[in-house]
């Protein structure tokens, strides 16, 4: 008769603790490491990035593919000062533009759901995998799903999913930190 008692709190408990579990996380504030950037077309882009929340600021010097074209472009989007910079490093060409738009948080939007915890790897041998939530959401007619590991909530995954197609971002070999403040600079040929 106690067993039968116990059995549905300890179930109720069970629950609640793995609902508690996949609340939404705070992504660090500062990262840098490598992207790579996957479009519809099947295009790949791939190279270096670094994320500001702090002082608002974000960078990115892709590598273009397009069939046998190659080429570099930099982006660096300074919000505060409230200018973007695209750079071309191969012909030293520069474009700079007054910035409005708000800083893009990599925090999850308020009405994202929660869809599975996965592991990135395996979990068959020790060490070999990392877990991770994978979540979706609406926010302006655009359809985020978004990968962040547990624990650390470090993006792993983002991809958007609008009227003109979708846009998957793959990021790794992350520091936590900004370890070379000196992307956050224009380079020359936008002076």
Not at 175 to 187: C, E, G, K, M, R
Request: hydrophobic letters at 40%; one cysteine or more.
């Amino acid at each position: 008769m106690m067993l039968s008692a116990a059995l549905p709190l300890c179930v109720l408990l069970a629950l609640s603790s793995a609902v508690d579990a996949h609340k939404p996380c705070p992504p660090p504030d500062q990262i840098q490491g490598l992207v790579t950037v996957m479009y519809p077309s099947l295009w790949m882009d791939y190279g270096t990035f670094a994320y500001d929340a702090v002082k608002e600021r974000m960078y990115t010097l892709l590598t273009i593919v397009r069939g046998d074209q190659h080429w570099l472009q930099g982006d660096l989007q300074l919000f505060q000062e409230g200018f973007a910079y695209q750079f071309f490093p191969g012909n030293k060409t520069c474009v700079k533009s007054p910035l409005s738009t708000p800083f893009p948080s990599l925090t999850l939007p308020k009405n994202a759901t929660f869809v599975s915890s996965i592991c990135l790897g395996t979990t068959s041998i020790p060490d070999a995998g990392i877990m991770a939530d994978v979540w979706t959401a609406e926010q302006d007619g655009v359809y985020h799903s978004i990968t962040f590991t547990q624990p650390g909530c470090v993006p792993q995954w983002r991809a958007y999913f609008g009227s003109d197609g979708w846009v998957g971002r793959s990021f790794y070999n992350l520091t936590l930190s900004i370890f070379d403040p000196s992307v956050f600079t224009p380079p020359p040929q936008c002076q």
